[in-house]
């Protein structure tokens, strides 16, 4: 089994600065993709960012140049450092993964429980 655990969150005012940490630990032999995403009250699940096991990153356009992804491969951790926060940008962040187990054919896709991210105007 795999768990996620995020950290981080909290409350902040509006273009401050926060950084989520999200480590993964039990039965993994690698990770692939790491993502965040968010989930403001009434609206649904949306994709933050994403980076895959060589790096390559990806952002949502309303985090472009504000938000940046990246992972710590010996530690099997995903972070996200956010600048310049916006109201908009609060949420219930969630971390993803998609691990392999260690046999060839173990491969699952698992999810931290959530850290909440308050931006005050």
């Known amino acids: 089994q795999v768990q996620l655990v995020e950290s981080g969150g909290g409350l902040v005012q509006a273009g401050g600065s926060l950084k989520l940490s999200c480590a993964a630990s039990g039965n993994i032999r690698s990770i692939n993709a790491m993502r965040w995403y968010r989930q403001a009250p009434g609206k649904q699940r949306e994709l933050v960012a994403g980076i895959s096991n060589i790096d390559f990153t990806s952002y949502a356009d309303s985090v472009k140049d504000r938000f940046t992804i990246s992972r710590d491969n010996a530690k099997n951790t995903v972070y996200l450092q956010m600048n310049s926060l916006k109201s908009e940008d609060t949420a219930v962040y969630y971390c993803?993964?998609?691990?392999?187990?260690?046999?060839?054919?173990?491969?699952?896709?698992?999810w931290g429980q959530g850290t909440q991210v308050t931006v005050s105007s």
């Open positions: 993803y993964a998609d691990v392999l187990g260690p046999s060839l054919w173990d491969r699952g896709d698992y």
